[in-house]
Every structure is written in structure tokens, then in C-alpha cells.
């Protein structure tokens, strides 16, 4: 099937000095579950200070690939480094400092059904900083303002549409001021208003406090509004990156039937 295309080969995105890298290197990652390899030899580079979305289609391994970068999930092979330090080395204190530098919206927000917003909100804060509950409350209520929650301090999350409940797992994921947010597909399921006003809190967040981003959607227009690059994950690989102009521009043919979102082409239909 893919003959009758001319694929271009995997970019390759090492680098010589990953313990001098300013950001994130991604070298070699592979990943199964059971019998299923999900990820086989990904490699890809997060530049300090950029916004880097991920496209590709359901199930290639967008989320298990983010996942890996906090280490709440462990590679078969390959390693990563943040800011130079190689992850899997670290010491379980030495993890929690590093994650404390990461928010994380996940791609079903992952509140606490038990705990009210505010709670689900300020749980890292609570965790890390000795401030007063008077305090705690204040902050999570200033990130619920950010997102548009103002007053849904209170609620329980059944009390939430899908929508508020991912801005809520919003919120929580920029409550400590992360250097680094993961954002799993935070404008799936927002009415195009809302998600538009995500869209403009991402790029407020990168050019107001220098934020990195990683931002895994199948939004397109979302993706051209806040990406500096893109990167595409096809059968474990980061098959393409480059700039919003390079996609834009791009003959390669998985990127262009993705970002077209025609059903014929290398990737298939289903
Ligand atoms: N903890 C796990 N245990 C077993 N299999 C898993 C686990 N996490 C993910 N998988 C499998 O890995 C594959 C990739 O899943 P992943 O959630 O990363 O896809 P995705 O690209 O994020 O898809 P979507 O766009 O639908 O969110 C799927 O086949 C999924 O079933
Ligand atoms: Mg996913």
C-alpha cells in the first residue's frame, strides 16, 4: 500500500551532547504493551521555550509518548533527557523536584470525583508548598478564572459538562507555574469559542512566562494557531517535523493526508 507513495525517511533528530541540550531529547524510545509495540525507536526534540504539537492518528501512541517525558511511563529502550538530566536515572526525589517544573492536562482531565474543584485544582500545591488553605484557595481560584471557571470552585466534577471539566484539568496542570505544560487534546470536545480562548491562553502562557508546550491534538486549525513546529507519530516513529510554514508546505504524504483529513492516502482509513 505505502509503495505507490514516496515516504520520506524518518528524520533524524539526535543530537551530539544530549546532556547539553536546552529542553527535551527524546532518543530511541520504544514501547509495548503485551504483544503490541506501540512506540519503536521514536526520537524527537523540544526546543526550550516553543510550542510543539504532535499530530497523528488515534492509537499510534500520542499520549503513551507523553506520558513517557514525566516518567509515569517507563521505556523498553531508549531514554530521555530533560534539561540534561537523563530521567531514568533519577532518584525518586530527584523525579518528584523534576515534575514539579511539569503541568500535565491529561486527555480525560483525571480529576478526583471526590474533591471538589477547588481541591482537584490545588492538589500539587497543597502537596509541595506549606500555604494556608485561605491561600491554596486563592490560587486555584485565580487558575479557574483563567480558564473561564470563575465560581465552579465548589462543584463536585459530576457537577461539570466534559468541556469544564477539561478546563478544571487545565487549571490544575498550570497551578504550580510550570516551565513545561503537556497538554493531551485540550480543545476536544470545546464548543470553537472556548477552545479558541484555550488556544490564546497557551500562546499567552509561552510569550508572558516563556512556558515550553507540548500539545497533542487532532485540531488542525488549534494546531496552526499555537505551534511553532509540529511533529507527526505514524507506527511508533516520528515520521516529520518542522515548522507551521514547512507543514503548510510539505509534500510528505502522511502529513498532508493528515492535516487534509482525506481518507485515502498511506495512512489508510481505519
Ligand atoms: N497502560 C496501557 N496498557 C496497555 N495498553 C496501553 C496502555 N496505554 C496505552 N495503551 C495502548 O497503546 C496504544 C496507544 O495509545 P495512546 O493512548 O497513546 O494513543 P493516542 O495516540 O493517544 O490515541 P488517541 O488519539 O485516541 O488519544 C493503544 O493501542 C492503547 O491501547
Ligand atoms: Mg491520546
Not at 68 to 76: A, G, K, M, S
Given at each position: 500500500?505505502?509503495?505507490?507513495?514516496?515516504?520520506p525517511?524518518?528524520?533524524d533528530q539526535?543530537?551530539?551532547?544530549?546532556?547539553n541540550?536546552?529542553?527535551?531529547?527524546?532518543?530511541g524510545?520504544?514501547?509495548?504493551?503485551?504483544?503490541?509495540?506501540?512506540?519503536?525507536?521514536?526520537?524527537?526534540l523540544?526546543h526550550?521555550?516553543?510550542?510543539?504539537?504532535?499530530i497523528?492518528?488515534?492509537?499510534?501512541?500520542?499520549?503513551?509518548?507523553?506520558?513517557?517525558i514525566?516518567?509515569?511511563l517507563?521505556?523498553d529502550?531508549g531514554r530521555i533527557w530533560?534539561?540534561?538530566?537523563e530521567?531514568?536515572?533519577?532518584?525518586?526525589?530527584e523525579?518528584?523536584?523534576?515534575?514539579?517544573k511539569?503541568?500535565?492536562l491529561f486527555?480525560g482531565?483525571?480529576l478526583?470525583?471526590?474533591?471538589n474543584?477547588?481541591?482537584?485544582?490545588?492538589?500539587?500545591?497543597a502537596?509541595?508548598?506549606?500555604?494556608?488553605?485561605?491561600?491554596?484557595?486563592?490560587?486555584a481560584?485565580?487558575c479557574?478564572?483563567?480558564?473561564?471557571?470563575?465560581?465552579?470552585?465548589?462543584k463536585?466534577?459530576?457537577?461539570l459538562?466534559?468541556?469544564?471539566?477539561?478546563?478544571?484539568?487545565?487549571?490544575r496542570?498550570?497551578v504550580?507555574e510550570?516551565?513545561?505544560?503537556?497538554?493531551d487534546e485540550?480543545t476536544?470536545?470545546l464548543?470553537?469559542?472556548t477552545?479558541?480562548?484555550i488556544?490564546?491562553?497557551?500562546?499567552k502562557l509561552?510569550?508572558e512566562l516563556?512556558?515550553t508546550?507540548?500539545?497533542?491534538?487532532?485540531d488542525?486549525p488549534?494546531?496552526?494557531?499555537?505551534?511553532?513546529?509540529?511533529?507527526?507519530l505514524?507506527?511508533g516513529?516520528i515520521v516529520?517535523?518542522?515548522t507551521?510554514?514547512?507543514v503548510?508546505?510539505?509534500d510528505h504524504?502522511?502529513?498532508?493526508?493528515?492535516?487534509?483529513?482525506n481518507?485515502q492516502?498511506p495512512?489508510?482509513?481505519?
Amino acid at each position: 500500500m505505502e509503495a505507490q507513495y514516496n515516504i520520506p525517511p524518518v528524520p533524524d533528530q539526535k543530537v551530539a551532547d544530549p546532556t547539553n541540550f536546552d529542553g527535551i531529547v527524546v532518543e530511541g524510545i520504544s514501547k509495548s504493551f503485551g504483544s503490541k509495540q506501540v512506540l519503536e525507536d521514536a526520537n524527537l526534540l523540544i526546543h526550550k521555550g516553543e510550542t510543539l504539537v504532535i499530530i497523528g492518528r488515534s492509537g499510534e501512541g500520542k499520549s503513551v509518548l507523553l506520558k513517557h517525558i514525566v516518567r509515569l511511563l517507563e521505556p523498553d529502550c531508549g531514554r530521555i533527557w530533560v534539561e540534561g538530566q537523563e530521567i531514568s536515572q533519577m532518584e525518586k526525589r530527584e523525579l518528584m523536584e523534576l515534575r514539579k517544573k511539569f503541568g500535565f492536562l491529561f486527555q480525560g482531565a483525571a480529576l478526583f470525583d471526590s474533591m471538589n474543584i477547588c481541591k482537584n485544582v490545588g492538589l500539587m500545591l497543597a502537596e509541595h508548598m506549606n500555604w494556608s488553605e485561605e491561600r491554596l484557595r486563592e490560587r486555584a481560584c485565580e487558575c479557574l478564572s483563567m480558564v473561564g471557571l470563575d465560581g465552579a470552585a465548589d462543584k463536585l466534577p459530576s457537577e461539570l459538562s466534559g468541556g469544564m471539566k477539561k478546563r478544571a484539568g487545565l487549571a490544575r496542570a498550570i497551578v504550580m507555574e510550570p516551565e513545561y505544560i503537556l497538554y493531551d487534546e485540550p480543545t476536544t470536545g470545546l464548543d470553537p469559542i472556548t477552545g479558541d480562548a484555550i488556544n490564546d491562553l497557551i500562546i499567552k502562557l509561552q510569550k508572558e512566562l516563556g512556558v515550553t508546550s507540548i500539545v497533542v491534538t487532532h485540531d488542525m486549525p488549534s494546531a496552526f494557531k499555537i505551534a511553532d513546529r509540529m511533529a507527526m507519530l505514524s507506527r511508533g516513529k516520528i515520521v516529520f517535523s518542522g515548522t507551521v510554514d514547512e507543514v503548510r508546505q510539505t509534500d510528505h504524504p502522511m502529513v498532508r493526508q493528515f492535516i487534509e483529513g482525506n481518507s485515502q492516502g498511506p495512512l489508510g482509513a481505519f
